[in-house]
């Protein structure tokens, strides 16, 4: 039983990921926008999954429709940050110190649109992209590790992280409307990073407690949400390396 659903939860998580990663290397050069639709359509795809989750071949086409609508929503921050990855080193290796809203000046726009035009290089972006991939990778083997191995039950975390994440939710309200800082974001990202990390946990921790359950609609939930742990998990990792 736990063989089956090991395999099937894996199955779908792999293939979600591989979506991911095909629909971000066919995306790289497009200009879409996401918006209030976009997270419409991903909060539809989800409820879709959880009522017809066990209806095969129905619950995975749905599945692979919500890694698209995913990553439709999240890659132009990616996107963002990739720019601007590139005015960072614009910035560093011309010794230009800007205070907060300061901006460039004629000249030194003028400069920064030469160089991007002659560093159209991705070194620098596929290095930090490189180290969140290979951090995601190690956070996802080590919490798979941890619980598969030991005799613990990590059930108990469930309260404690979703008051985490309540707070977390609120911090990021706060900055967004109040204090909108730089520095305040960066933490937040750290803490988001070991929520994320602690849900892996738990998450695999479900998989192992419903070993008794082999149905595709277990699968497909536990796929989903360990899925949302990963992409989330790189997502802020990829932020500490882009802002360090």
């Known amino acids: 039983m736990f063989d089956i659903l090991f395999a099937r939860t894996f199955f779908i998580v792999g293939i979600m990921l591989l979506i991911t990663a095909y629909a971000a290397f066919m995306n790289k050069n497009t200009n879409q926008k996401s918006g209030r639709g976009t997270i419409i359509i991903v909060f539809w795809l989800l409820f879709a999954i959880m009522a017809f989750g066990n209806i095969f071949p129905l619950n995975l086409i749905l599945v692979w429709l919500f890694t698209v609508a995913i990553w439709w929503m999240i890659s132009p921050t990616i996107k963002l940050m990739w720019e601007q990855s590139k005015v960072k080193k614009y910035l560093k290796e011309n010794n230009i110190v800007l ?21 159209k290089s991705n070194e620098h972006w596929n290095k930090i992209v490189s180290q969140a991939m290979f951090s995601t990778a190690l956070a996802v083997f080590a919490t798979a590790s941890l619980v598969f191995v030991s005799d613990i039950d990590f059930s108990f975390m469930w309260l404690f992280l979703f008051v985490a994440l309540l707070i977390l939710i609120i911090m990021w309200l706060l900055n967004m409307f109040l204090f909108k800082s730089r520095i305040f974001s960066l933490v937040k990202a750290y803490f988001w990073v070991l929520i994320f990390t602690w849900y892996l946990i738990f998450d695999f921790n479900t998989l192992e407690k419903m070993a008794w359950d082999d149905t595709w609609g277990t699968a497909i939930s536990i796929a989903v949400d360990i899925y949302l742990d990963i992409i989330n998990l790189f997502l802020y990792l990829l932020q500490i390396f882009w802002d360090n």
């Open 99 to 119: 205070k907060k809203w300061e901006l460039l000046s004629p000249e030194q726009l003028t400069d920064l649109e030469k160089y991007l035009l002659l560093n």
